[in-house]
């Protein structure tokens, strides 16, 4: 059987998911999507999970109207705020991924303050990917690596990534019906096994994320090897 050290989840649907409900408004769909985080949290918490990485907003995301993005700027924050008792009760540490310094202030602030006050914690890890694009850290990490003037093997240009020290990503879980990676995790994902669901993120449960991973422990792994 597989041991599962990391999973990383694409959130997608939220707007379809509003509109299907009959609701007006895309944001209500990110809405009820932060409660579903909530509730994975503590479940990848109780099954032993190490990772969580969990893709919150991309940097093609700038592109949506501006009201959409600064809903989903002051959502990231009123997320952090409520859930700093989740994450102090369930021993679980909090990072990100992404270009933390292009977003506002207040954001980042909550961002350090989180990533503070849990540092210390050993249990799972919940790495929230914001403003997050793949080319972006890759090309960061390069630019690292031009700095130090020394040449990277795949080792050390592990290091120079936003993931660095994390394990490998196990299982990269798509909802929302599109089969594409939009730009998430392109180096990370190079041995992950890849699940797509139709279903919109608001309505991804536990009990699918169980249904992956039964679905995961019994894959046969070779990593190019033969068994
Ligand atoms: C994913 O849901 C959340 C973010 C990208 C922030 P979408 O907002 O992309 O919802 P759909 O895909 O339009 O339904
Ligand atoms: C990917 O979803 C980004 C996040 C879930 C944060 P998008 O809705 O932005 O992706 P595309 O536009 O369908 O590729
Ligand atoms: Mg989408």
Redesign the pocket.
Known sequence: MNKLNHIAI??????RWAKKQGFLKRIVGHEEGAKRVRELTIHASNIGVKYLTL????T??WK?PEGEVSFLMKLMDRYLKNELSLFLENNVRFETIGEIEKLPESLQERISYTKEKTAHFTGLTQVL?VN?GSKNEIVRAVNKAVKTGKEVDEDSFDDLLDTAGMDPVDILI?T?G?K?L???LLWQAAYSELFFTDTL?PDFTVEKLDEIIKVFKGVERRFGGIK
């Open positions: 694409i959130m997608d649907g939220n707007g893709y919150a907003f991309s093609e995301n949506r990917a997050y798509r929302g599109d594409r939009s730009n998430y993120w």
